[in-house]
């Protein structure tokens, strides 16, 4: 049975909520509705930066000491006004759509701890849109000693089998993390986080230039990336990991970039994000022959000069050459993800996640 999802995602870079709509079940996309995005306000980032800080000590995924309580209903809030937002632009009725499958923000990621926190309020959202919300993707994952990440792989396979090109075939999508999903025909589904996306690069845009992003990459592109420093940090034993494996948003937060004009460290940053993605090449099964990237990293003109540096002679397209829409793709995700929660199918698998066995998750909080 085909049903009507609405997935809403708010990922790493803290920049808003992506609202998309799906029609599926859960197995295959039958057609793709309209998308939208609500930004968060300059108080609801601040709020969640501090958030990030304020996580690092959680004792346990449901604490939430100090400014986590009033970030968590920043969040709700800011979830529900861009499902209300949707509709009424879009002319659709609640009860047209039969579930909303809700990421909420995460905050905080130690799998190795057997902790990963996203904060949102499930019940209180599903009592504002009047619709049923499945939430809490990832809990199952992780306390069966998987990474809870990356979660989008099943979706990226339904995509790629839409397209009609020999495989292998890699998704990125680098958010704030960068992850990706190897797709070679229907057996081979392998999934991981591979370093840096857009986090460290964002945050320094906003502490060194007040700017949120580098918009397209202009500001990198004036500068020249210190490759000594980039070869030192992909020494990080991270690095040399074979998938599944997954990051923290702030993993690599503590990396000095010493004495680098801001433009330097801008074109170093992005260099960095480039060549971790390259790096997960020699740990897949096959060298992949194309490349399809998404998420924020797919907008930067340099980040994507880099990318097809480092992973020539394989081709690199982004998502929208493809005919998907880039921005919307982690919201579509959850959607998808949520009608194969409904149907208790697996979101999660031993190549993916690292999980023991495949795995079904997420918790339905009703009106």
């Excluded at 460290?200 to 700017?211: E, K, P, Y």
């Amino acid at each position: 049975m085909m049903l009507t999802t609405l997935g809403l995602m708010s990922g790493t870079s803290l920049d808003g909520v992506d609202v998309a709509m799906i029609e599926t079940d859960g197995k295959q996309v039958k057609s793709f509705g309209p998308s939208g995005y609500r930004a968060y306000t300059k108080r609801e980032r601040s709020l969640l930066r501090a958030a990030l800080t304020v996580a690092v000590n959680l004792p346990r995924r449901d604490a939430r000491p100090g400014v986590l309580r009033e970030a968590e209903q920043a969040v709700t809030v800011a979830h529900a006004e861009a499902v209300a937002a949707f509709v009424a632009n879009n002319r659709i009725a609640f009860e047209d759509i039969d579930i909303v499958g809700f990421h909420g923000q995460t905050v905080l990621h130690r799998p190795e701890r057997r902790l990963t926190v996203q904060i949102g309020d499930a019940a209180a959202l599903a009592k504002a849109i009047h619709i049923p919300v499945m939430h809490d993707f990832r809990a199952a994952d992780v306390a069966a000693g998987g990474q809870g990440a990356p979660f989008v792989p099943v979706y990226h396979r339904a995509l790629a089998q839409s397209l009609d090109r020999e495989g292998p075939i890699v998704v990125v999508n680098i958010g704030g993390v960068s992850n990706i999903t190897y797709i070679d025909g229907d057996d081979a589904l392998i999934a991981c986080d591979t370093g840096p996306g857009n986090a460290l690069l964002d945050d320094f845009m906003f502490r060194t230039m007040r700017q949120a992003f580098d918009c397209e990459g202009r500001f990198a592109a004036q500068g020249i990336a210190d490759d000594i420093w980039v070869a030192r940090a992909l020494e990080l034993p991270f690095f040399s990991l074979p998938p599944p494996k997954s990051l923290d948003r702030n993993d690599f937060a503590s990396l000095e970039l010493g004495r680098m004009s801001p433009a330097d460290a801008a074109a170093t940053l992005t260099a960095f994000t480039a060549a971790a993605i390259a790096r997960i090449v020699p740990l897949l099964p096959k060298p992949p022959k194309s490349w399809i990237v998404a998420g924020g990293g797919a907008r930067n003109l340099t980040m994507m000069r880099m990318l097809r540096e480092q992973l020539a002679p394989a081709t690199v397209q982004a998502a929208e050459t493809v005919g998907w829409a880039s921005d919307a793709i982690e919201a579509q995700a959850f959607g998808f993800l949520a009608a194969r929660g409904l149907k208790g199918l697996p979101l999660s698998y031993p190549a993916t996640t690292g999980v023991p066995i495949p795995m079904t998750g997420g918790v339905i909080a009703r009106p």
